[in-house]
């Protein structure tokens, strides 16, 4: 497989002089914000409308809904949605809101039909979206079954996700928004012969970006994560690209120590990394040894202090793992039940405790150090989509 971007051996010995060093990879210059950027409604709504409204970002794996007729509804920045796979194999994704009176047309969060009927006049329409039945049409009157089909969002399924655009006048290209670079990173992963095994939602008190920051902070794993991540992971040591809205990472495991002071030669270091992209505009791909965790992040409909954030745990399927059923369940349970420990008795009181801490009336203006790398290509990136600059 040709590898894109910097070899992996080489960020890997990039980061190993880092280590002996007390150095890491550095931005160009330390960044100051505001505290309003995470709890003003006017700079949300703008977020909602010129961030999530205008380019791609990843709603689920397509494993999630691998047969036609298989559907999962979310409740998105700016829409309520049906997510829904088509007798051709294609997805599409439709406002969830019946055309005749606006009553919301289905209310599981997911399932498999035929097609989707709303509940208040029982008007029926395909999976597609196109109006299949107006009740009792001979005495409702003339209507324009045309223009009463369910709207439909930019959609398009590429390296195993599912990407949207959440307005239905905007035009999706996912190759486009990712860049030659990152495309081409992830299609050499392989994620679409991949499944989603597990996943968790949250919804939190904490303005979204907030959330995301935390899981491109390689800064404070010594700090926060003592007992925990830290044990494993080195703090403030990463080998970094930048690939405009997007990047990749690579932090460093406590089991390559043996090389500080030795030489590896030419031996693969791979098993000692974590390697993390962040995918612009908000979601978190961690590559782990044997699966992947996608870690997504959505604004709140009207509160600016508060998210939603969902966790996947992408893993090959029962037959390509080698393991038993059983050996399998308990595998990801597990992890997963790790993860969401971490989660709660960790992360979301520092966050939440910061979300509060931005309310205060004489809160002072921040900053994002030189070593805060991806994170100051994530807010680079939503400053540039918010105002263009």
């Given at each position: 497989m040709t590898e894109v971007g910097i070899p992996t051996e080489e960020r890997i010995r990039r980061a190993l002089d880092h280590l002996r060093n007390d150095t890491t990879d550095e931005?160009?210059?330390i960044t100051w914000f505001e505290p309003r950027e995470f709890i003003d409604p006017d700079v949300a709504k703008l977020e909602r409308d010129r961030v999530f409204g205008t380019v791609p970002s990843i709603v689920a794996h397509g494993s999630e809904i691998p047969k036609a007729g298989d559907f999962i509804t979310l409740e998105l920045p700016r829409n309520n949605v049906i997510v829904v796979r088509q007798r051709d194999g294609s997805v599409k994704t439709l406002v969830n809101q019946c055309r005749h009176r606006g009553a919301m047309v289905e209310k599981e969060e997911k399932g498999r039909c035929r097609l989707f009927s709303c509940p208040y006049h029982r008007w029926s329409y395909d999976t597609d979206g196109t109006l299949r039945t107006i009740t009792r049409d001979n005495t409702f009157g003339e209507a324009d079954r045309e223009e009463r089909n369910l709207i439909q969002l930019p959609t398009e399924e590429r390296h195993g996700f599912i990407w949207m655009i959440d307005d239905a006048d905007a035009t999706i290209d996912v190759a486009d928004w990712l860049g030659p670079e990152m495309d081409a990173i992830l299609a050499s992963h392989n994620l679409d012969t991949l499944v989603?095994?597990?996943?968790?939602?949250?919804?939190?008190?904490?303005?979204?970006?907030?959330?995301?920051?935390a899981f491109l902070d390689g800064y404070h794993i010594q700090y926060a994560h003592p007992n925990t991540a830290a044990k494993h992971i080195h703090t403030n040591v990463m080998s970094f690209e930048d690939f405009g809205h997007h990047c990749r990472f690579m932090n460093l495991r406590k089991t390559i120590d043996r090389w500080i002071e030795e030489d590896p030669g030419d031996r693969s270091l791979a098993e000692h990394t974590t390697e993390t992209h962040f995918l612009g505009p908000n979601s978190t791909l961690l590559r782990q040894p044997d699966h992947y965790q996608l870690l997504t992040f959505r604004p709140d409909r009207t509160d600016p202090g508060r998210c939603h954030m969902e966790i996947r745990l992408i893993c090959p399927t029962v037959e390509n793992s080698g393991m038993t059923e059983e050996s399998y369940n308990r595998r990801w349970d597990k992890n997963i039940e790790i993860l969401i420990a971490v989660l709660h008795n960790e992360d979301f009181p520092i966050l939440r405790d910061s979300q509060r801490a931005m309310a205060s009336a004489n809160a002072g203006n921040m900053l994002l150090g030189r070593n805060e790398v991806a994170n100051q290509v994530f807010r680079r990136?939503?400053?540039q989509l918010v105002h263009g600059n």
């Open positions: 931005f160009e210059h989603t095994t597990r996943t968790k939602v949250f919804d939190e008190p904490v303005n979204w970006k907030l959330m995301q920051d990136s939503i400053q």
